[in-house]
């Protein structure tokens, strides 16, 4: 089965810890990218990746940071500067074909601060 | 910058038609997209326009009108399932940019 996997569903933080989210995709897909969601609130562009090896800050950068090693994997790491960091978080990927390019989402993962 | 404007919500009866408006102003353009997401869950993709005019697939349409900077998806024949948030999304510099969503919730 083709798809994006994020892992874990639900991710419990204390003060002052980096966590780390995962984010795999089997589509072959070149560009990744990673968003935050609030409450009442549209998805926010964290970081995204076009290709391996190369990633770009999104609109909200602060506080996280990702590596693309793989063309199939995108994790992304809460670091402690980020001061608010509970949000659900979707991962997504996309590849472009004939001009036309779709954005394709995991189920998500939901971080919560203890 | 990017703005994205959509209603907040909207409410409709089983099997009537609702039309959630988009309008957007953004640096550049390469398409607009319309998700659904139900509570707690993913977005997941309904439609996608780059040309102006009327894309029909199934229950839902989308129509896009580059100069007005305006979209909207249409709903026909409504089902409580139909219940969730739909979001407009703008792509641009191989970027997407969200509204907030509009919750639309469909009454028996």
């Known amino acids: 089965d083709g798809g994006i996997t994020q892992s874990p569903k639900y991710l419990f933080r204390k003060e002052g810890q980096n966590v780390t989210l995962s984010c795999e995709q089997n589509l072959n897909h070149d560009a990744m990218y990673w968003y935050r969601q609030d409450p009442g609130q549209g998805l926010r562009l964290i970081y995204y990746?076009?290709?391996?090896?190369?990633?770009q800050k999104g609109d909200i950068a602060e506080g996280y940071s990702v590596s693309r090693e793989k063309k199939e994997s995108f994790p992304l790491t809460v670091t402690s500067a980020q001061k608010n960091p509970t949000a659900f978080y979707l991962c997504?990927?996309?590849?472009?074909?004939?001009?036309?390019?779709?954005?394709?989402f995991g189920p998500g993962t939901r971080l919560l601060v203890l | 910058g990017q703005n994205i404007d959509q209603p907040t919500e909207m409410t409709a009866t089983e099997g009537a038609i609702v039309q959630i408006n988009c309008t957007y102003q953004t640096s550049g353009f390469n398409g607009l997209f319309w998700y659904q997401q139900h509570a707690g869950e993913a977005p997941t993709f309904l439609s996608y326009?780059?040309?102006?005019g009327l894309e029909e697939k199934g229950r839902f349409s989308s129509f896009l009108s580059r100069s007005k900077g305006y979209s909207y998806l249409l709903l026909k024949e409504l089902q409580m399932k139909d219940s969730a948030s739909y979001l407009c999304?703008?792509?641009?510099?191989?970027?997407?940019?969200f509204g907030a969503g509009t919750t639309v919730t469909v009454r028996a």
């Open positions: 999304a703008v792509r641009s510099d191989y970027k997407l940019s």
């Open positions: 997504a990927s996309s590849m472009e074909r004939g001009g036309r390019e779709t954005q394709y």
């Open positions: 990746s076009q290709i391996v090896n190369d990633f």
């Open positions: 326009n780059v040309l102006d």
